[in-house]
């Protein structure tokens, strides 16, 4: 079993940044995947970025791309999203995913564990 804990989320006004962190614990396999997701209210679970286990392969979806960055820490089995000129659209709940690959991908469904969320709110 994998556990997974976020924090850094917050009310933020438009413009500015935060930094979310995604910690990894239990029994991680020797290399995995990790992504974020995000689900506004009313609105699917979406795609927001992931990153492979060496930080060679990065995804992000065209709505973040240019404003924020994912990376991690295998040291610390932490991986970060770090937000950029932030938008109220970007208002949500942000997930943290593991996927027991080396290797991410952009769909929801290739990830077996879930952390349990961290709210993200952007005022006008």
């Known amino acids: 079993q994998v556990q997974l804990v976020e924090s850094g989320g917050g009310l933020v006004q438009a413009g500015g940044s935060l930094r979310l962190s995604c910690a990894a614990s239990g029994r991680t396999f020797s290399s995995y995947a990790m992504g974020w997701f995000r689900q506004a209210p009313g609105k699917e679970r979406e795609f927001v970025a992931a990153?492979?286990?060496?930080?060679?392969?990065?995804y992000y979806a065209d709505s973040v791309k240019g404003r924020f960055t994912i990376s991690r820490d295998n040291a610390l089995n932490t991986v970060y999203l770090q937000m950029n000129s932030l938008k109220p659209e970007d208002t949500a709940v942000y997930y943290c995913?593991?996927?027991?690959?080396?290797?991410?991908?952009?769909?929801?469904?290739?990830?077996?564990?879930w952390g349990q969320g961290t709210q993200v709110t952007v005022s006008s």
């Open positions: 995913a593991y996927r027991r690959t080396s290797m991410p991908t952009i769909r929801p469904d290739g990830y077996n564990y």
């Open positions: 990153i492979s286990w060496s930080g060679g392969s990065l």
